[in-house]
């Protein structure tokens, strides 16, 4: 419903919109280990050369016959295709310096995906449809209808993560949307005035009360914050921004009344901040 909202709001308010950028995030909690277990065939593996703690393990897995490494290794760390099954249940948790993702395994991705890879529409139904417990984050450049200014705008879609300051961050069961404004109009008149007039409004400066950002799935991690604060881990240009209470919204793609739990908050940004990993180092170049 996350994901059907976001293109409802797109089509609603944006003259156009890119394709989407999804990331997919690390393998970080049991439950999301147990699942690809039992769910994909591999999954991508990156080791620190640590001889006392990932060594040990990583002779553990040929002992297995679970691991295939790359032919060619990088000098800073070790890659290798993790052959999944039930069977690798018990060598969770992951030793420290282990990173295991499902970013390059089908729908995902592929082995020749790369970071900085697009998907289309289609295929991100694809990865939603399958994705579980995992974290995935997409994101849209938008160029929102009214205004004249489109650099980092945009539409940011957060699927068992939430945004946290300077990345998104894990929250199994939480799923957000958030309207992303350039810190060229956010707080320029036309910027207020598009808010004013799309219905999303700021809260009061220093009202304890006013309106929070709504989150899809857990909308009391989100309040109003000072200026240089962030709400859902995007820092603002300008003071942070809320959501008022609208009525009821239909989401154009089922026909159905939207929940106020399922609304966007609306964002500031200066750009789209870099996360963790590889993953979100391209995001900075491509606006």
């Known amino acids: 419903s996350a994901l059907a909202r976001a293109r409802a709001i797109m089509r609603d ?21 147990a699942y690809a277990l039992r ?15 990932v060594f040990p393990f990583l002779d553990e897995l040929v002992r297995r016959d679970a691991i295939a490494f790359d032919t060619k290794q ?34 995902f991705g592929t082995p020749e995906s790369e970071a900085e890879d697009d998907a289309t529409e289609e295929e991100l139904d694809q990865m939603v449809s399958v994705l579980g417990p995992l ?19 945009g539409m940011q879609l957060c699927l068992n993560t939430v945004w946290a300051e300077q990345t998104s961050e ?13 810190a060229r109009v956010a707080w320029t008149p036309e910027g207020e005035a598009w808010r ?16 929070r950002p709504l989150c899809p799935g857990g ?9 240089g604060d962030a709400v859902g881990g995007v820092e603002y240009a300008g003071e942070a921004m809320g959501v008022g209470q609208a009525d009821p919204a239909i989401d154009s793609a089922t026909g159905r009344s939207v929940p106020v739990s399922s ?15 590889r993953r979100r180092r391209h995001q900075a170049e491509r606006l």
């Open 13 to 33: 308010l944006a003259d156009w919109s890119t394709v989407p950028w999804p990331q997919l995030e690390p393998i970080s909690t049991a439950e999301q280990y």
């Open 39 to 53: 769910s994909f065939v591999t999954a991508r593996m990156v080791a620190d050369r640590d001889p006392v703690v």
């Open 74 to 107: 990088p000098k800073s760390c070790l890659t290798a295709n993790l052959h999944l099954s039930p069977g690798l249940a018990d060598l969770w948790p992951l030793p420290e310096g282990v990173m295991l993702s499902l970013d390059t395994t089908l729908p």
């Open 135 to 153: 974290s995935l984050d997409v994101s849209w450049d938008c160029g929102w209808r009214g205004l004249s200014e489109s650099k980092n705008c």
């Open 170 to 182: 894990l929250s199994l069961g939480e799923f957000g949307v958030w309207i992303r404004l350039g």
């Open 196 to 211: 004013r007039d799309s219905r999303w409004a700021p809260p009061s400066r220093g009202d304890p009360d006013a309106p």
């Open 219 to 227: 909308g009391e991690r989100c309040a109003p914050l000072a200026r």
């Open 263 to 277: 609304r966007p908050a609306l964002l500031v940004s200066s750009g789209v901040p870099a996360a963790c990993l």
